[in-house]
């Protein structure tokens, strides 16, 4: 068993819960980083674009890869597509970006593990007995990094992080500070989303 892929005590705790996909995104993301050849991240450059989505299960990838490359939420350097995949593509500027996903061999056979009889009947995983899901932590230990992602370099990969700006505002209405790119203009004066009527966020704009 290759205990290099475990992730450590704090993941844990972070995450908290033991289950088996915060250490597959662990892994994937330790992985990313050699491949790439970058450090864990201290700041802002690297950015990982995970294919998961909402309501389904397995996003616990996504905290394991944050665990791993330090591209965390709060920095703004990890974001979903909301495709409901289990991949993610990494992104360094200067690098030839690198995908990786979940292989389907690899998803057919861990899905026989008991882990997983206990997730169908509804069963969160703090409610699993744990040796139940250390066994199939320690399955996928058992196994090659070949075994379990299908890895691929995306020389033609396109990504443009937002720019960055510290300039910022007072909204007219509520009287509340918004960054520049997200204010809005009424009546020629400056207010922010919800003010403006705008229920959602558009985080491009
Ligand atoms: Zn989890
Ligand atoms: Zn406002």
Redesign the pocket.
């Known amino acids: 068993m290759n205990t290099k892929h475990r992730p450590p005590e704090w993941a844990f705790e972070f995450h908290g819960h033991l289950c088996p996909f915060m250490p597959l995104g662990y892994r994937m993301g330790m992985r990313a980083l050699s491949d790439l050849g970058a450090a864990r991240e201290k700041d802002h450059t690297l950015h990982v674009i995970c294919e998961l989505g909402e309501g389904h299960p397995q996003t616990c990838l996504m905290d394991g890869i944050q665990v791993a490359t330090g591209a965390t939420f709060g920095k703004t350097l990890i974001e979903k597509t909301y495709w409901g995949k289990l991949a993610a593509t990494f992104w360094y500027p200067g690098k030839t970006a690198v995908r990786y996903a979940l292989k389907a061999e690899f998803l057919d056979e861990f899905g026989k593990r008991e882990f997983f009889a206990y997730r169908k009947r509804g069963v969160e995983p703090s409610g699993i007995p744990s040796h139940v899901t250390q066994e199939a932590i320690d399955w996928t230990l058992s196994l090659t990094d070949e075994n379990i992602y299908a890895v691929q370099r995306r020389a033609d990969f396109q990504y443009q992080p937002p720019k960055g700006s510290f300039n910022k505002a007072l909204?007219s209405?509520?009287g509340?500070y918004?960054f520049e790119r997200y204010l809005r203009q009424q009546d020629g004066k400056p207010?922010?989303i919800?003010?403006a009527g705008g229920l959602h966020q558009n985080i491009r704009s």
Request: aromatic share 0%; with cysteine.
């Open positions: 909204c209405k509520c509340e918004v207010v922010c919800p003010c």
